[in-house]
């Protein structure tokens, strides 16, 4: 069974940083793509960030437009565990932000991943 748990979420001001974490277990399979996606009431659930690290012998990184220069995704393998690092926090990043896994990061879309964590909340405050 694949588990995924996220924490690291709060408040923090405007300018501010967070990282998130996701501990995942139970994920055996040999094509691997972990990412992170983020949900505003009332909008749809959007791609943040995705990493994949394997069976290709480079690692692929995806970060959306929105997070460029400011957010890095990256993996403890030997602690299995997922970061989210964000910096220079807008209010616009307010939202809940879910950690998730599928094959690939071909598509960083909510129908092509199909393990999820609960999510942690993220508030920028003005």
């Known amino acids: 069974q694949v588990q995924l748990v996220e924490s690291g979420g709060g408040l923090v001001q405007f300018g501010g940083s967070l990282r998130l974490s996701c501990v995942i277990s139970?994920?055996?399979?040999?094509?691997?793509?972990l990412a992170w996606f983020r949900q505003a009431p009332g909008k749809e659930r959007e791609g943040v960030a995705c990493f994949s690290d394997g069976p290709v012998a480079a690692p692929y990184t995806y970060i959306a437009g929105f997070g460029k220069g400011r957010f890095t995704i990256s993996e403890d393998r030997a602690k299995n565990t997922l970061y989210l690092q964000m910096n220079s926090l807008k209010s616009e990043d307010t939202a809940t932000y879910y950690c998730?896994?599928?094959?690939?990061?071909?598509?960083?879309?909510?129908?092509?991943?199909?393990?999820w964590g609960q999510g942690t909340q993220v508030t920028v405050s003005s």
């Open positions: 998730a896994a599928a094959s690939t990061c071909s598509t960083v879309d909510r129908s092509h991943f199909y393990y």
């Open positions: 139970g994920f055996r399979q040999r094509d691997r793509a």
